[in-house]
Protein backbone atom coordinates (compact mmCIF):
# COMPACT_ATOMS: atom_id res chain seq x y z
CA UNK A 1 0.00 0.00 0.00
CA UNK A 2 1.10 3.52 -0.83
CA UNK A 3 1.56 5.49 2.61
CA UNK A 4 1.32 9.09 2.10
CA UNK A 5 3.29 11.05 3.96
CA UNK A 6 2.54 14.25 5.42
CA UNK A 7 5.18 17.53 5.83
CA UNK A 8 4.60 20.49 8.18
CA UNK A 9 6.75 23.61 7.05
CA UNK A 10 7.64 26.11 10.41
CA UNK A 11 6.23 29.25 8.79
CA UNK A 12 6.08 33.10 10.33
CA UNK A 13 3.72 33.74 13.13
CA UNK A 14 4.17 29.85 13.28
CA UNK A 15 1.24 28.98 11.09
CA UNK A 16 1.56 25.33 9.95
CA UNK A 17 1.16 24.72 5.79
CA UNK A 18 0.26 20.95 5.31
CA UNK A 19 2.03 20.02 1.68
CA UNK A 20 0.40 17.24 -0.20
CA UNK A 21 3.33 14.99 -2.01
CA UNK A 22 1.69 12.10 -2.97
CA UNK A 23 1.44 11.90 -6.93
CA UNK A 24 2.19 15.63 -7.07
CA UNK A 25 3.11 15.30 -10.34
CA UNK A 26 -0.22 14.75 -11.33
CA UNK A 27 -1.69 17.74 -10.11
CA UNK A 28 -1.17 21.22 -12.97
CA UNK A 29 2.18 22.29 -11.96
CA UNK A 30 2.45 19.91 -9.00
CA UNK A 31 -0.08 21.93 -6.85
CA UNK A 32 -3.26 21.19 -5.25
CA UNK A 33 -4.70 24.29 -4.44
CA UNK A 34 -5.12 27.37 -7.29
CA UNK A 35 -6.87 31.14 -6.58
CA UNK A 36 -8.97 32.67 -9.59
CA UNK A 37 -10.14 35.47 -11.01
CA UNK A 38 -12.42 35.61 -14.18
CA UNK A 39 -14.03 38.14 -15.85
CA UNK A 40 -16.65 37.90 -19.11
CA UNK A 41 -16.16 41.86 -20.55
CA UNK A 42 -16.89 42.64 -23.61
CA UNK A 43 -17.33 46.25 -25.42
CA UNK A 44 -20.29 47.90 -26.47
CA UNK A 45 -23.65 48.25 -24.75
CA UNK A 46 -24.71 45.06 -24.20
CA UNK A 47 -23.76 45.78 -20.61
CA UNK A 48 -23.92 41.67 -19.56
CA UNK A 49 -20.37 41.81 -18.18
CA UNK A 50 -19.54 39.66 -14.48
CA UNK A 51 -16.81 38.95 -12.88
CA UNK A 52 -15.76 36.01 -10.58
CA UNK A 53 -13.57 34.88 -8.25
CA UNK A 54 -12.84 32.21 -6.24
CA UNK A 55 -10.59 28.92 -5.39
CA UNK A 56 -9.70 25.90 -7.83
CA UNK A 57 -9.01 22.58 -5.80
CA UNK A 58 -7.86 19.55 -7.64
CA UNK A 59 -6.69 16.02 -6.92
CA UNK A 60 -4.90 13.26 -7.78
CA UNK A 61 -7.78 11.35 -9.71
CA UNK A 62 -8.35 13.91 -12.34
CA UNK A 63 -11.35 16.02 -10.78
CA UNK A 64 -11.28 19.53 -9.80
CA UNK A 65 -14.05 21.51 -7.08
CA UNK A 66 -14.62 25.17 -7.50
CA UNK A 67 -15.73 27.65 -4.97
CA UNK A 68 -16.57 31.04 -6.29
CA UNK A 69 -18.19 34.40 -5.72
CA UNK A 70 -20.37 35.93 -8.64
CA UNK A 71 -20.99 39.67 -9.81
CA UNK A 72 -22.62 39.97 -12.84
CA UNK A 73 -24.22 43.84 -14.48
CA UNK A 74 -27.93 40.95 -14.82
CA UNK A 75 -28.02 40.97 -10.75
CA UNK A 76 -25.94 44.71 -9.95
CA UNK A 77 -25.29 44.38 -6.32
CA UNK A 78 -24.56 47.12 -3.99
CA UNK A 79 -21.36 48.30 -1.58
CA UNK A 80 -20.73 45.99 1.88
CA UNK A 81 -19.03 47.29 5.02
CA UNK A 82 -16.45 45.13 6.20
CA UNK A 83 -16.71 46.18 9.78
CA UNK A 84 -13.28 47.48 9.51
CA UNK A 85 -12.72 51.23 10.33
CA UNK A 86 -9.36 52.33 10.73
CA UNK A 87 -8.12 53.96 13.79
CA UNK A 88 -6.48 57.38 14.66
CA UNK A 89 -2.80 55.58 13.80
CA UNK A 90 -4.23 55.66 10.15
CA UNK A 91 -7.02 58.14 9.83
CA UNK A 92 -8.35 61.34 10.20
CA UNK A 93 -12.02 62.80 9.20
CA UNK A 94 -10.17 66.15 7.90
CA UNK A 95 -7.77 66.49 5.01
CA UNK A 96 -4.95 69.24 6.73
CA UNK A 97 -2.67 70.53 3.81
CA UNK A 98 0.55 67.75 3.76
CA UNK A 99 -1.97 65.14 5.70
CA UNK A 100 -0.43 61.72 5.31
CA UNK A 101 -3.67 59.80 6.74
CA UNK A 102 -6.73 59.18 5.04
CA UNK A 103 -10.64 59.35 6.03
CA UNK A 104 -11.26 57.70 9.14
CA UNK A 105 -14.64 55.70 6.92
CA UNK A 106 -15.47 51.84 7.54
CA UNK A 107 -14.04 49.84 4.25
CA UNK A 108 -16.58 48.94 2.06
CA UNK A 109 -16.27 45.73 -0.43
CA UNK A 110 -18.76 44.25 -3.23
CA UNK A 111 -22.23 42.62 -1.36
CA UNK A 112 -21.74 39.43 -0.53
CA UNK A 113 -17.91 38.88 -0.40
CA UNK A 114 -17.94 39.07 3.69
CA UNK A 115 -20.12 35.72 3.60
CA UNK A 116 -18.84 32.23 2.39
CA UNK A 117 -18.63 32.03 -1.80
CA UNK A 118 -22.06 31.79 -3.28
CA UNK A 119 -21.01 28.90 -6.09
CA UNK A 120 -20.02 25.29 -6.21
CA UNK A 121 -19.24 23.25 -8.99
CA UNK A 122 -17.26 19.68 -10.59
CA UNK A 123 -15.46 19.04 -12.88
CA UNK A 124 -12.57 16.83 -14.72
CA UNK A 125 -9.29 18.37 -15.89
CA UNK A 126 -6.13 16.81 -17.61
CA UNK A 127 -2.29 18.17 -17.78
CA UNK A 128 -0.73 17.52 -20.99
CA UNK A 129 2.74 18.87 -21.97
CA UNK A 130 1.91 21.79 -19.82
CA UNK A 131 -1.90 22.68 -21.10
CA UNK A 132 -4.26 22.49 -18.74
CA UNK A 133 -8.09 21.64 -19.89
CA UNK A 134 -11.11 21.88 -17.16
CA UNK A 135 -14.40 20.95 -17.97
CA UNK A 136 -16.99 21.63 -15.74
CA UNK A 137 -20.06 19.89 -15.10
CA UNK A 138 -22.95 22.32 -14.78
CA UNK A 139 -25.31 21.26 -17.85
CA UNK A 140 -23.63 23.31 -20.21
CA UNK A 141 -20.71 23.54 -22.02
CA UNK A 142 -18.17 25.37 -20.31
CA UNK A 143 -14.21 24.69 -20.91
CA UNK A 144 -10.97 26.20 -19.69
CA UNK A 145 -7.54 26.08 -21.19
CA UNK A 146 -4.63 27.49 -19.05
CA UNK A 147 -0.60 27.26 -20.13
CA UNK A 148 1.29 25.99 -16.49
CA UNK A 149 4.20 27.65 -15.59
CA UNK A 150 6.12 27.17 -12.61
CA UNK A 151 7.93 29.81 -10.12
CA UNK A 152 11.74 29.29 -10.28
CA UNK A 153 12.30 28.36 -6.97
CA UNK A 154 9.44 25.80 -7.52
CA UNK A 155 6.89 27.08 -4.84
CA UNK A 156 4.41 28.30 -6.86
CA UNK A 157 2.60 28.10 -10.21
CA UNK A 158 0.74 30.25 -12.77
CA UNK A 159 -1.87 29.97 -14.90
CA UNK A 160 -1.70 31.84 -17.73
CA UNK A 161 -5.30 32.42 -19.83
CA UNK A 162 -5.65 30.66 -23.32
CA UNK A 163 -9.16 30.26 -23.61
CA UNK A 164 -12.68 29.93 -21.87
CA UNK A 165 -15.94 29.22 -22.92
CA UNK A 166 -17.62 31.91 -20.92
CA UNK A 167 -14.86 34.04 -19.67
CA UNK A 168 -12.78 36.74 -21.99
CA UNK A 169 -9.87 36.62 -19.52
CA UNK A 170 -8.26 35.42 -16.16
CA UNK A 171 -5.42 34.93 -13.79
CA UNK A 172 -4.91 32.36 -11.21
CA UNK A 173 -1.92 31.18 -9.10
CA UNK A 174 -1.60 27.75 -7.05
CA UNK A 175 0.49 25.81 -4.56
CA UNK A 176 0.48 23.24 -1.99
CA UNK A 177 -0.51 25.51 1.30
CA UNK A 178 -3.98 24.83 2.12
CA UNK A 179 -7.00 27.32 1.27
CA UNK A 180 -7.38 28.52 4.55
CA UNK A 181 -3.77 29.28 4.88
CA UNK A 182 -3.46 33.04 5.23
CA UNK A 183 -0.80 36.02 6.18
CA UNK A 184 -1.37 38.85 8.10
CA UNK A 185 -1.91 42.01 7.30
CA UNK A 186 1.57 43.06 9.34
CA UNK A 187 3.07 40.48 7.59
CA UNK A 188 1.70 41.88 4.16
CA UNK A 189 3.18 45.15 5.11
CA UNK A 190 6.45 43.78 6.00
CA UNK A 191 6.49 41.86 2.31
CA UNK A 192 10.15 43.74 0.84
CA UNK A 193 9.81 42.32 -2.52
CA UNK A 194 8.41 44.57 -5.65
CA UNK A 195 4.66 43.77 -6.84
CA UNK A 196 3.31 44.16 -10.33
CA UNK A 197 -0.42 45.01 -11.27
CA UNK A 198 -2.06 43.52 -14.43
CA UNK A 199 -5.56 44.21 -15.25
CA UNK A 200 -8.23 43.81 -17.47
CA UNK A 201 -11.40 46.26 -17.02
CA UNK A 202 -14.92 47.51 -18.54
CA UNK A 203 -15.99 50.96 -17.75
CA UNK A 204 -18.46 53.10 -19.89
CA UNK A 205 -18.33 50.27 -22.78
CA UNK A 206 -15.18 50.48 -23.21
CA UNK A 207 -12.39 47.48 -22.59
CA UNK A 208 -8.91 48.29 -21.40
CA UNK A 209 -5.99 45.90 -20.59
CA UNK A 210 -2.69 47.03 -18.63
CA UNK A 211 0.49 47.22 -20.55
CA UNK A 212 2.26 43.95 -20.95
CA UNK A 213 5.42 45.61 -18.18
CA UNK A 214 2.94 46.03 -15.74
CA UNK A 215 2.12 48.74 -13.43
CA UNK A 216 3.88 49.23 -9.53
CA UNK A 217 1.64 48.10 -6.57
CA UNK A 218 2.85 50.74 -4.21
CA UNK A 219 2.30 48.09 -0.74
CA UNK A 220 5.74 49.64 0.90
CA UNK A 221 3.14 53.40 1.05
CA UNK A 222 0.90 51.49 2.98
CA UNK A 223 0.46 52.07 6.93
CA UNK A 224 -0.04 49.98 9.32
CA UNK A 225 -2.82 50.67 11.98
CA UNK A 226 -1.96 50.53 15.56
CA UNK A 227 -4.83 48.88 16.75
CA UNK A 228 -6.49 47.94 13.63
CA UNK A 229 -3.54 45.58 12.55
CA UNK A 230 -5.90 43.97 10.02
CA UNK A 231 -6.29 47.34 8.23
CA UNK A 232 -3.58 48.88 5.44
CA UNK A 233 -3.98 52.84 4.59
CA UNK A 234 -2.34 54.97 2.04
CA UNK A 235 -3.23 58.65 1.24
CA UNK A 236 -2.02 58.72 -2.34
CA UNK A 237 -1.75 62.89 -2.48
CA UNK A 238 -0.91 62.85 -6.51
CA UNK A 239 -3.14 59.78 -8.66
CA UNK A 240 -1.27 59.72 -12.08
CA UNK A 241 -4.99 60.12 -13.82
CA UNK A 242 -8.05 59.77 -11.72
CA UNK A 243 -8.92 62.81 -9.19
CA UNK A 244 -9.09 65.33 -12.18
CA UNK A 245 -11.30 67.85 -12.81
CA UNK A 246 -11.75 67.10 -16.16
CA UNK A 247 -13.01 64.00 -14.56
CA UNK A 248 -15.77 63.17 -12.24
CA UNK A 249 -14.09 66.06 -10.05
CA UNK A 250 -15.11 69.41 -11.44
CA UNK A 251 -14.34 72.40 -9.26
CA UNK A 252 -12.52 69.97 -6.91
CA UNK A 253 -9.63 67.79 -8.47
CA UNK A 254 -6.37 68.21 -10.20
CA UNK A 255 -6.43 70.91 -12.65
CA UNK A 256 -9.34 73.14 -10.43
CA UNK A 257 -8.69 76.10 -7.42
CA UNK A 258 -8.94 73.06 -5.21
CA UNK A 259 -6.54 70.69 -7.19
CA UNK A 260 -6.97 67.94 -4.91
CA UNK A 261 -5.50 64.98 -6.55
CA UNK A 262 -5.41 62.79 -3.51
CA UNK A 263 -6.72 58.65 -3.64
CA UNK A 264 -7.59 57.35 -0.25
CA UNK A 265 -6.27 53.82 -0.04
CA UNK A 266 -7.92 50.82 2.09
CA UNK A 267 -6.63 47.02 2.41
CA UNK A 268 -8.02 45.27 4.48
CA UNK A 269 -8.58 41.80 6.05
CA UNK A 270 -12.06 39.98 5.39
CA UNK A 271 -11.56 36.78 7.07
CA UNK A 272 -8.72 35.13 9.31
CA UNK A 273 -9.82 31.79 8.42
CA UNK A 274 -9.07 31.88 4.23
CA UNK A 275 -7.17 34.07 2.21
CA UNK A 276 -10.00 37.26 1.35
CA UNK A 277 -8.99 40.60 1.57
CA UNK A 278 -10.56 44.08 0.14
CA UNK A 279 -9.53 47.25 -1.72
CA UNK A 280 -11.47 50.01 -1.05
CA UNK A 281 -10.17 53.28 -3.22
CA UNK A 282 -11.79 56.54 -4.00
CA UNK A 283 -11.17 60.03 -4.42
CA UNK A 284 -11.13 62.54 -2.08
CA UNK A 285 -11.94 65.62 -4.42
CA UNK A 286 -15.35 63.80 -4.83
CA UNK A 287 -16.19 64.09 -1.46
CA UNK A 288 -15.61 68.18 -1.39
CA UNK A 289 -17.38 71.62 -2.44
CA UNK A 290 -15.78 74.04 -5.17
CA UNK A 291 -15.42 76.27 -1.81
CA UNK A 292 -13.07 73.64 -0.06
CA UNK A 293 -15.38 72.60 2.44
CA UNK A 294 -16.78 68.88 2.74
CA UNK A 295 -19.55 67.66 1.65
CA UNK A 296 -19.54 64.20 3.65
CA UNK A 297 -16.48 62.70 5.05
CA UNK A 298 -16.51 59.37 3.02
CA UNK A 299 -17.40 59.06 -0.11
CA UNK A 300 -21.29 57.56 -0.27
CA UNK A 301 -20.79 57.20 -4.22
CA UNK A 302 -19.82 55.22 -6.64
CA UNK A 303 -16.17 54.13 -5.14
CA UNK A 304 -14.12 51.09 -6.29
CA UNK A 305 -14.62 47.98 -3.98
CA UNK A 306 -12.09 44.72 -5.20
CA UNK A 307 -12.35 42.08 -3.58
CA UNK A 308 -9.21 39.76 -3.42
CA UNK A 309 -7.60 36.63 -2.63
CA UNK A 310 -4.16 36.27 -1.09
CA UNK A 311 -1.56 34.06 -3.32
CA UNK A 312 0.50 31.84 -0.88
CA UNK A 313 3.13 29.75 -1.98
CA UNK A 314 4.24 26.11 -0.86
CA UNK A 315 6.30 28.02 1.99
CA UNK A 316 3.44 29.94 3.58
CA UNK A 317 4.98 33.41 1.93
CA UNK A 318 2.43 35.94 0.52
CA UNK A 319 2.69 36.51 -3.01
CA UNK A 320 0.20 39.15 -3.51
CA UNK A 321 -3.54 38.27 -4.70
CA UNK A 322 -5.39 38.01 -7.23
CA UNK A 323 -8.64 40.08 -7.74
CA UNK A 324 -11.87 41.05 -9.21
CA UNK A 325 -13.60 44.57 -9.25
CA UNK A 326 -17.49 44.85 -8.87
CA UNK A 327 -18.14 48.20 -8.51
CA UNK A 328 -21.84 48.75 -9.51
CA UNK A 329 -22.98 52.43 -10.16
CA UNK A 330 -25.40 53.00 -6.92
CA UNK A 331 -27.16 55.98 -8.12
CA UNK A 332 -30.65 56.00 -9.89
CA UNK A 333 -30.11 59.71 -11.33
CA UNK A 334 -29.01 57.73 -14.80
CA UNK A 335 -31.01 56.46 -17.70
CA UNK A 336 -28.84 53.34 -17.37
CA UNK A 337 -26.97 53.20 -14.67
CA UNK A 338 -25.14 50.02 -15.99
CA UNK A 339 -22.96 51.98 -18.53
CA UNK A 340 -21.69 53.65 -15.51
CA UNK A 341 -20.21 50.11 -13.86
CA UNK A 342 -16.43 49.43 -13.21
CA UNK A 343 -16.20 45.63 -13.63
CA UNK A 344 -12.37 44.31 -14.10
CA UNK A 345 -10.17 41.07 -13.29
CA UNK A 346 -6.59 42.14 -12.04
CA UNK A 347 -3.69 40.51 -10.31
CA UNK A 348 -0.98 42.38 -7.92
CA UNK A 349 2.04 39.81 -7.87
CA UNK A 350 5.65 39.36 -8.14
CA UNK A 351 5.38 36.15 -10.10
CA UNK A 352 4.27 37.76 -13.69
Not at 11 to 30: I, M, N, S
Not at 109 to 116: E, I
Not at 227 to 252: E, F, H, I, R
Request: charge should be positive.
Amino acid sequence: MRRLVLVFLLLPLFALVPVARADAAALPGGKANYVVSLASLKAGDARDNWVRLGSYAFAVDGTVRAKTYLWWQRAPVGRQGTGATPDSSCSTKKLAVGQTLVRECQVLTAAGFVAGSTETRTGKYTVTGGLLHITWTIGQTWTEQWNVVGSSDGKLARLDYRSNTLATSGYAYGSNASLSTRRAMETVAAYAGTLKHDYVTWAHDVVTSSPAAGGAFDLPKFRTCATMTWCLTYLQPNADKACQASGGCVGTGGGSPIDDRSLQNYLVQVSGQDRRDTHWHWCTCLTRNANGTDREACYTGNSHVKPMLQIIDDSGAFRGWVGVEASFYPGKDLEDPRESDMLGAFRVTDFR
